[in-house]
């Protein structure tokens, strides 16, 4: 009668001390995911040229994927999150002296 009831403990007690670990484990991955922070957005930006005595802009999409901001069509994806770009259709013209009002 001893034999069985010593064996029923011990595997009640390995048991318990194997959920013990597993929720240290569990605990421990959910704070390392939760301290990564994504940092993502998306924004438009005229992007200028001088040509002769005027300057011409147009608009173009770029995303800020984690501090790296760059051009969306050159990265359509960010930590999984992917990106369709659409076609940005803004465009103006302006005097050789013109100063972008933003800066």
């Given at each position: 009668?001893?034999?069985?009831?010593?064996?029923?403990?011990?595997?009640v007690?390995?048991?318990?001390?194997s959920f013990i670990?597993l929720?240290i484990?569990?605990e421990?991955?959910?704070n390392?995911?939760s301290d990564?922070i994504l940092e993502f957005?998306t924004?438009?930006?005229a992007?200028?040229e001088t040509?002769e005595?005027?300057?011409?802009c147009?608009?173009?999409i770029?995303?800020?994927?984690?501090g790296?901001?760059s051009?969306?069509v050159?990265?359509?994806?960010c930590?999984?999150?992917r990106?369709d770009?659409?076609?940005?259709t803004?465009?103006?013209?302006?005097?050789k002296?013109?100063k972008?009002?933003?800066?």
């Amino acid at each position: 009668m001893r034999g069985p009831v010593i064996v029923l403990l011990a595997i009640v007690i390995i048991s318990s001390l194997s959920f013990i670990v597993l929720s240290i484990n569990n605990e421990k991955t959910q704070n390392s995911e939760s301290d990564k922070i994504l940092e993502f957005s998306t924004f438009t930006s005229a992007v200028c040229e001088t040509k002769e005595e005027v300057i011409h802009c147009r608009d173009e999409i770029f995303m800020n994927c984690n501090g790296n901001v760059s051009n969306a069509v050159d990265v359509a994806e960010c930590n999984g999150i992917r990106l369709d770009v659409p076609k940005v259709t803004g465009s103006a013209v302006f005097e050789k002296d013109w100063k972008d009002p933003r800066i």
